[in-house]
């Protein structure tokens, strides 16, 4: 059983910046994928990133392309999403995941055995 937990969320103003962790309970943790997912207020839970077990390989959704970074350090059992340049149309409650499957890019939610809890992400205008 892996415990993940997400902080770094907040309000910030459109523009600006903010980093998540995922910080994961098991010492196992280079042996998962890491998604990050994100579900606005009445929407379906949507894929934003994706890095695989040694931080090698990486997958984004195309709404995020060049403005956010996905990284890991196995040693500190902690993944991150680094987001720049941020739009009111990214606020939305920001899930990390955990796949122990081999590597795909893939978008789907479905493929991941653990979930963290939740931080908000607020952009104001």
């Known amino acids: 059983q892996v415990q993940l937990v997400e902080s770094g969320g907040g309000l910030v103003q459109a523009g600006g910046s903010l980093r998540l962790s995922c910080a994961a309970s098991?010492?196992?943790?280079?042996?998962?994928?890491i998604g990050w997912f994100r579900q606005a207020p009445g929407k379906e839970r949507e894929f934003v990133a994706r890095i695989s077990r040694s931080g090698r390989n990486t997958y984004y959704a195309d709404s995020v392309k060049g403005r956010f970074t996905i990284s890991r350090d196995n040693a500190k059992n902690t993944a991150y999403l680094q987001m720049n340049s941020l739009k009111p149309e990214d606020t939305a409650v920001y899930y990390c995941a955990a796949d122990g499957r081999g590597w795909t890019y893939t978008t789907d939610p479905t493929l991941y055995d653990y979930w963290g809890q939740g931080t908000q992400v607020s952009v104001s205008s």
């Open positions: 098991e010492r196992t943790f280079s042996s998962y994928n």
